[in-house]
């Protein structure tokens, strides 16, 4: 009876959430003083404090492993009750925008993507981890503007769920385009514009649902 509790115990051990933290970290580091080539597994791993063999347990590949690094830090986008759908809207672009500036995010981001052009595993581990997670301000800010009334309510989901993904794209294309291809500011009146636009083209869109 001991031993077989004692091969429970041992099964299934859970991950530890500050190793993973200072991995992660680690990888954002490494990436902005070394740059995509230059990174390895085993350089992250002296810096995180934990053996090869603990990344190679949670990541297949650096890939896997940047792209977790900098999926954390687009989680920190929040979508804030400003009174508004277009003040809300202005809020997060320029909360993107801020997180984009960072060197981190910029070397993290532009590497992955570069990588995911000819890796269809990574850029299905991009989609998952990074635009299907922060979809959810897309669809936080629908929703509010529907309880505040600057929206009608939804009458055709499918044709909804498709003018979400529109508008995430929207977002997301223009800002990285600006800011990482452009080298453009986005600044207030930039942001203002975008949003005016997108909350034209959304209530247009929802009313056409």
Request: net charge neutral; with cysteine.
């Amino acid at each position: 009876m001991c031993r077989r509790t004692n091969r429970i115990s041992r099964t299934g051990r859970p991950r530890s959430t500050e190793a993973d933290t200072a991995i992660l970290e680690a990888t954002r580091a490494a990436l902005v003083e070394l740059g995509w080539s230059k990174l390895t597994m085993g350089d992250v791993a002296g810096r995180a404090g934990v053996a090869k063999t603990t990344l190679y347990r949670r990541w297949a590949n650096k890939s896997e492993l940047v792209v977790d690094a900098v999926a954390v830090l687009f989680d920190e986008l929040e979508l804030p009750d400003l009174g508004s759908l277009q003040a809300d809207i202005e809020n997060v672009v320029l909360q993107f925008a801020a997180l984009l500036e960072r060197p981190e995010t910029k070397t993290a981001l532009m590497a992955v993507v570069a990588e995911s052009t000819r890796d269809e595993p990574l850029r299905e581990r991009i989609r998952a981890s990074i635009v299907d997670r922060q979809k959810r301000l897309v669809l936080e800010g629908r929703m509010r503007a529907q309880r505040r009334g600057e929206l009608p309510a939804d009458r055709d989901p499918v044709a909804v769920d498709a003018t979400d993904d529109l508008i995430f794209d929207v977002i997301a294309g223009a800002v990285v385009h600006r800011a990482l291809v452009s080298a453009e500011p986005v600044d207030g009146p930039w942001v203002a514009r975008l949003s005016a636009l997108l909350v034209g083209g959304l209530g247009a869109a929802v009313s056409a649902g």
